[in-house]
């Protein structure tokens, strides 16, 4: 009798409790793996190439060259992070009235409506695409990027302030309505408090993820230092282009950890 | 009674002082984006940005109507896109577990050399974004799905890897302590303590990752790592505008089933 026990222990299915499902997932992520594989199709002769200058990449990225093309990287940069404070302020002056709106425990049920439909738009179309089409409208330049930033900051800040908003303590806002104040006087009193530290914090936060989707956008044309790292890797220079990307790095760790101690400060 | 005179007739919230610095530091606000505005438009040429809305109407009317008769075509891409985003998530999380183990306070072996390795590992990949990997890695190891699934793959490792060390960091002592009581070895604390507590994490962060991933596959065909994104570049250079539609409709639809997708797994795991 004693040999029928198993030695090892081991934790019983928790979601598929049926065996013949979990042998049916396996088989099924088996072929799927299989067929993805091999719709992969590598030119092995490109990549044994281009080894040579992934090796140079990474000697790029171990001995950067900040000075060589510094006019080009500090251009680069002061429009980058031009592009992302403006973006952001105007941005978050744009969706707090389309967040209040979105709403639904402020405003009747149209503009909710309206404004959660803004939100939707903003937040489905990716920066990047956003980025091609306003660089074919507003021509090349830091402009586009901050009208792009602008869009995706509206889409963010404005479901996350009305998330917030929806999520009050009603409790204090009945007692300034029961003083018999006016709709404003209700925000004023009662939202504004309640949800201003989070919509600072959110603030911050949007300002240090713009600053990164800056330097992508630059790649299709809208400015910004990701303009420069394209044409650092079309040139082949990997020794500023890794400068790029370390300089990069260091200001989005400056920016997070700054940000996370000025949320921790404010709240 | 005497210190009366010090009480003020009117209750406020904040001191004088406290408002006074709140009003400095909206002023500073205003004047560093006033400055930071002229320095961004220095460059912009205005006759461009006032001819826009001729522009957009322009765009707009070369957009509609979509055609359609283009859509068979996009399949065989769209399946790479697929391909893409998953093989690059399950690359991501293979390569983010080690790292995250090693990140964790209470899971890496030493302290002061691997967890800061690990830890600046996860913020350079999360700092740069997979459309630049995929532009470093196309130009490295040439063009195709492959360079997309890298990038997707090293982009992935950031994300994951710091949610999981997170959720590793936050596992109950008590279970893993349990362990070690019954002289487990450091594999066996991993396997019975660490590993069942983060599973449910590990799985939700995989598929929200997986989640964003195929969002962020659809562009990279742009720099030429394959995928739908390198069907919106060949109409987009050829101007074919009702094309583009048909593309951008369908990454839409795209976006919003894997995101539902994603919802459904998530619901079903936590």
Redesign the interface.
Known sequence: MSSQYPTT?R?PPQ?LTDRRWRIALQVGLLI?LVL??G?????WQ??S???E??QR?VMGFLQPDFMSRWRDISQGL??S???T??SS?VGVMISVPIGIGAARNLVPRPVYLVCRSIVAVSR?L?E??VA??LV????F???AG?LTLTFATIGFIAKLLADDIEEIDETQAEAIRATGASWFQLLNYAIQPQVMPRLVGLSLYRLDINF??S??IG??GAGGI?AT??TA?DR?EYDS?GAI?LI??AI??VA?YSSSYLRKFLQ | MSNSSTIPAEWSHRSRVTRLAIWAGWLA?VA??VW??Q???E???WA??WD?PR??GD?GGRMLPPEWSYLPELMQPL??TL?IA??GTVGGVVLAVPVSLLAARNTTPSVVVLRPVALFII??S????S??WA??LV????P???AG?IAIALRSIGFVGKLLYEAIEETDPKQIEAIRATGAGPAQVLT?GVV?QVMPALWGISVFRWDINI?ES??LG??GAGGIGLK?NAS?AVLAWDQVTVI?LL??AT??VSEWISAVIRR??I
């Open positions: 222990w934790r979601v799927y993805a594989f719709s992969i199709d590598v030119n490109r990549v190439e281009g080894l200058r992934g990449f002061i429009e992070l031009t592009m404070l403006t302020v489905s990716q990047v695409i091609i089409f074919a409208m507003f021509g330049g830091p402009f901050f990164r989707e330097a992508v790649i299709v990701g790292l394209n890797i082949y282009a990307l990069v790095i989005v760790m997070e | 606000l560093l984006f930071c505005w320095v961004m438009t460059t912009t040429i461009f940005v826009a522009q957009a765009i399946w790479d391909n998953t093989l913020v350079a999360r700092s740069i974004n459309l630049i532009l470093l130009t490295i190891i040439g195709g799905l492959l699934i019975y069942p969002r659809t562009i742009l720099v919106l987009m951008l990454i839409l976006v919003v079903a795991i």
